[in-house]
């Protein structure tokens, strides 16, 4: 009997025991779970079109207003002071007063740099109200550059990922009367970049290249340059939007002027971006003057 008893004991605990771990591993798979289907979401998901705000009107003067926005190429803009670079350049070309102002943040692929143009908190996925572009967006710049993509191509993104977020940035700024400046996908050394990453990371990137891209290697941008072309003409955007290619300012990329980029051969330097400003400030300005005859 008494053994019959010890025996029931030892049952009940054991049966206890998986009912302990049950508690405490279902939180945990179901929290496992959601970050997954958040990955997913968020790495192979063109975002759904957002509410779009209503920034009211323009204000009454002559000021030419250009805003920045994106992602480490739009932070080294703010960073390296290049909107003061920018005005300069402008001025010379207009005598009407010129303001930039610009905002990014590294790292951020396009779907993240669409969400940053919402300041509401109740937006999903909009975690970090300091990293949001809509107080320069609500400032009613005549032009936005939009520099995005970058990573899109680093974190090997599809070219319909690309496009499609890119899409809804345009829509946004075009619905609220400002005229977007699309960037063409720049020349960088995305293969250096990757060559000195660990080499698990390399194997990574490598397998997911052959998933996304479509071609056999990650040292040319000119997928996402054909798909954005394309997708300006189909969807009527072409003529919406002030186009800048990357022959117009620096057509050879790293490899013919590796003096421009940093180290990384990823970004520019001051210099590379005295270049960029004054190809910008001049497509503008001969764009502005053309449309405000």
């Not at 692929?109 to 109740?122: A, G, H, P, V």
């Not at 400046?181 to 990453?197: A, I, K, Q, S």
Request: with cysteine.
């Amino acid at each position: 009997m008494e053994l019959y008893t010890v025996y029931r004991f030892l049952v009940r605990i054991r049966r206890l025991k998986w009912l302990w771990w049950s508690l405490v591993l279902l939180p945990v798979l179901g929290f496992l779970g959601y970050k997954g289907l958040f990955y997913i979401d968020k790495a192979l998901f063109v975002s759904e079109e957002l509410p779009i705000y209503d920034i009211g009107p323009r204000p009454n003067d002559d000021t030419l207003r250009v805003a920045v926005i994106g992602d480490s190429w739009a932070e080294y803009h703010t960073s390296l002071e290049c909107d003061t670079i920018f005005c300069r350049y402008a001025k010379r070309l207009t005598s009407r007063p010129v303001k930039s102002f610009s905002r990014g943040h590294s790292g951020t692929i396009t779907k993240e740099i669409y969400y940053e143009m919402f300041s509401d908190r109740t937006v999903e996925h909009v975690w970090d109200i300091d990293r949001c572009t809509q107080p320069l967006i609500e400032q009613h710049p005549d032009y936005c550059i939009i520099m995005a993509g970058i990573n899109d191509w680093r974190l090997f993104k599809s070219d319909d990922f690309y496009v499609g977020n890119y899409r809804l940035m345009l829509n946004l700024l075009i619905k609220n009367g400002i005229r977007p400046v699309v960037m063409e996908m720049p020349n960088v050394d995305m293969e250096y970049f990757h060559g000195n990453r660990k080499f698990y990371r390399r194997w990574m990137f490598n397998a997911l290249s052959l998933l996304t891209r479509t071609d056999d290697s990650y040292d040319s941008a000119q997928d996402y340059r054909d798909a954005m072309k394309k997708m300006l003409q189909e969807s009527g955007l072409d003529d919406k939007v002030l186009f800048i290619p990357i022959s117009a300012w620096n057509p050879g990329g790293v490899e013919a002027n590796p003096e421009i980029f940093l180290d990384d051969r990823l970004h520019l330097n001051l210099d590379g971006y005295h270049i960029l400003d004054s190809c910008m400030a001049y497509d503008i300005v001969k764009d502005y003057l053309k449309r405000n005859q």
